[in-house]
C-alpha cells in the first residue's frame, strides 16, 4: 500500500484535471449508453422508441464504430490545433448532440444525431489518453492507466443510476443530465485545464492534413501492431455486450423482482431506493454492478498485475471476463448475475487498462496522440462487430419478440403486426391470453422451448478464439519482447 501511495504523489496536476474530465465524460456517455438498448427498442407506450433489435444493431455498432476510428485523425488534429481548443469544440458538439438526441425520434434523424454526437466524443477521446500517457512514466503507467480506468467507471457507473432514476419520469431527462455533465466539462477546460508539455505544429491545414495522413500510415504499417489491434477486436465485441445485448437480455428473460423481494426482506429503504415502482429492478441496474466493481478493485488489481507483461495479463483477462460473460447468458435466473458479472469484471480489470498501456509504451514521444488514436481501432471494429452479434445474431436467436412471432405464426394465431398503435407489450399481452398464459408463464415457456441462452456459446467462442490468437501472437510472431 505504501508503495501505491508513492507512486500516486508523483503524478502531476495535469494528470487529475485530465481524470476528472474524463470521469464528467464517461458519466455523459454511460448515462446514455448504458439504456441506449432499451430506449431503441422498448415498447413505445413507455417512452421509447419500439425498433427492432436488427435496427438497434445497425444503429449503435456502426456509428460507435465510427466514433472509435475517428481518432487517427483527431489525435493529430489535437497534436496540431491544442488540445484545450479541441476540447472546447468536442464539448460543444457533444452538449448540443445529447439535447437532440432527446428531441429526435425517427430512426434517421436519431442515426444522423447519434453521428454527431459520435463526432464530438472522437475529438474527445485521444487527448485525454495522450495527457495520461504524457504524464505517466514507466514506473507509474500501470497504477496511472489503473486510476484512469477507474474514473471511467465512476462515471460510467453514477451516469447510469442517475439515467435511471430520470427515465421513469420521462427518457428525455437523461439526455439533458448527460449534456449537463459535459457542461460541466466546459468550465474545467475553460478554467482549470492546462495542456501537457509538447512541441508547437505550425503547418498550414493542408499541410496540417497531409501530415495526418502520412502518420497515419506510419503508424498502421507496423504489421505487429496492426495484428495487435485486429486480434483485440474480439475481446471488444464480446465486452460491449455488457451494453449492447444484456440490459435487453435482462428486461426479456429474467424476473428481476427476485432481487428486489430479496432486498426489501431486510433493508425495504434500499429496495425502494434501488429498484421500480413496481417491486423490480430495472435492467440497466444490474447491468451498472460491473462499473462498481471496477471502482471497488481496479487499483487492486493494476497494482498486481504491475509485473506482469500486458500480453500475458490480456490473455488471463480476456479468458475470464468471456466466462463471466458466458455465465450472465446462459440463464435466467437474475441472482447469478452479481457472481457472473464480478468475473467479467475481473477480467475486463486485467485486460481493458492494459491494452491502453501496451499501445501508450511503444507510441513515440512525439506521436503521443496519434498513437493512442491507432489504439482505437480494434474499439472501433469491436463495437462494430458488437452490432451485428446484438442485432442479427440476438435478433434471430434470443429476441423475445422474434420468438414470440415464430411461435404465434407456428401455432396460426391471429394477431396484428407489431406498430405505433399495436406496441410490443400489446402484442406479448394478447398472445399470452390466447395461449392461456400468463405474462411470466409465456417467458418461461419461451425460454424452455427455443433456449435464447444458447447465444452464450457464440460469445464464448470468441473469447477463447482471442485469446488463441494472443497466445499464437506472443510466443511464434513476436520477435523481439522488447515491447513487452
Not at 405464426?409 to 402484442?427: C, K, M, V, W
Request: a positive charge; one cysteine or more.
Amino acid at each position: 500500500m505504501s508503495k501505491i501511495i508513492g507512486v500516486i504523489k508523483k503524478y502531476p496536476r495535469a494528470f487529475w484535471v485530465a481524470n476528472t474530465m474524463e470521469l464528467f465524460e464517461r458519466w455523459a456517455w454511460y448515462g446514455i449508453f448504458m439504456l441506449l438498448a432499451l430506449y431503441l427498442t422498448g415498447s413505445q407506450e413507455t417512452g421509447a422508441l419500439g425498433f427492432s433489435q436488427e435496427q438497434k444493431g445497425y444503429m449503435m455498432g456502426p456509428v460507435v464504430a465510427i466514433l472509435y476510428f475517428l481518432p487517427l485523425i483527431t489525435g493529430a488534429i489535437a497534436d496540431r490545433y491544442g488540445y484545450r481548443r479541441v476540447l472546447i469544440v468536442a464539448y460543444l458538439i457533444l452538449a448540443s448532440g445529447y439535447l437532440m438526441m432527446g428531441i429526435f425520434k425517427t430512426y434517421f434523424s436519431l442515426y444522423l444525431v447519434f453521428l454527431y454526437v459520435a463526432l464530438g466524443a472522437a475529438l474527445f477521446k485521444p487527448i485525454i489518453s495522450a495527457t495520461i500517457a504524457k504524464t505517466t512514466t514507466s514506473e507509474t503507467s500501470s497504477i496511472g492507466f489503473g486510476i484512469f480506468y477507474m474514473m471511467v467507471n465512476i462515471g460510467a457507473f453514477l451516469g447510469p443510476v442517475m439515467a435511471s432514476k430520470l427515465r421513469v419520469i420521462n427518457w428525455q431527462y437523461m439526455f439533458f443530465m448527460s449534456a449537463a455533465a459535459i457542461l460541466i466539462n466546459l468550465i474545467i477546460v475553460l478554467f482549470v485545464f492546462k495542456e501537457p508539455e509538447q512541441p508547437k505544429n505550425t503547418d498550414p491545414l493542408g499541410k496540417s492534413l497531409l501530415t495526418i495522413f502520412r502518420n497515419i500510415r506510419t503508424a498502421i504499417s507496423d504489421v505487429k501492431l496492426v495484428m495487435f489491434l485486429v486480434i483485440i477486436i474480439g475481446f471488444w465485441s464480446i465486452y460491449n455486450q455488457l451494453f449492447y445485448s444484456l440490459p435487453v437480455f435482462i428486461d426479456q428473460w429474467m424476473d428481476t423482482s427476485v432481487i428486489y423481494n430479496l432486498l426489501h426482506s431486510f433493508s425495504p429503504g434500499l429496495a425502494s431506493a434501488i429498484g421500480t415502482d413496481q417491486g423490480t429492478i430495472a435492467p440497466e441496474m444490474l447491468s451498472n454492478i460491473d462499473a462498481f466493481y471496477i471502482i471497488i478493485f481496479q487499483v487492486f488489481v493494476s497494482a498486481l498485475l504491475m509485473r506482469l507483461k500486458p500480453l500475458n495479463a490480456m490473455m488471463s483477462g480476456i479468458a475470464v471476463n468471456a466466462l463471466g460473460l458466458s455465465l450472465m447468458f446462459c440463464t435466467n435466473n437474475p441472482l447469478f448475475l452479481f457472481i457472473s458479472v464480478l468475473i467479467f469484471g475481473w477480467g475486463e480489470m486485467a485486460s481493458s487498462p492494459k491494452i491502453t498501456e501496451y499501445i501508450g509504451r511503444i507510441a513515440p514521444k512525439e506521436k503521443t496522440a496519434l498513437y493512442m488514436g491507432a489504439s482505437f481501432i480494434p474499439l472501433a471494429g469491436g463495437n462494430f462487430l458488437a452490432g451485428i452479434l446484438s442485432g442479427d445474431v440476438y435478433g434471430k436467436m434470443s429476441d423475445k419478440i422474434n420468438l414470440l412471432q415464430r411461435e404465434v405464426a407456428a401455432r396460426g394465431l391471429d394477431l396484428p403486426e407489431i406498430s405505433e398503435h399495436f406496441t410490443q407489450n400489446d402484442y406479448l399481452n394478447q398472445a399470452a391470453g390466447l395461449m392461456g398464459m400468463t405474462e411470466r408463464e409465456l417467458t418461461n415457456y419461451l425460454w424452455n422451448t427455443y433456449h435464447p441462452g444458447n447465444i452464450w456459446m457464440v460469445f464464448a467462442g470468441i473469447g477463447l478464439l482471442t485469446v488463441m490468437l494472443l497466445f499464437v501472437y506472443d510466443r511464434f510472431i513476436l520477435k523481439s519482447k522488447t515491447t513487452n
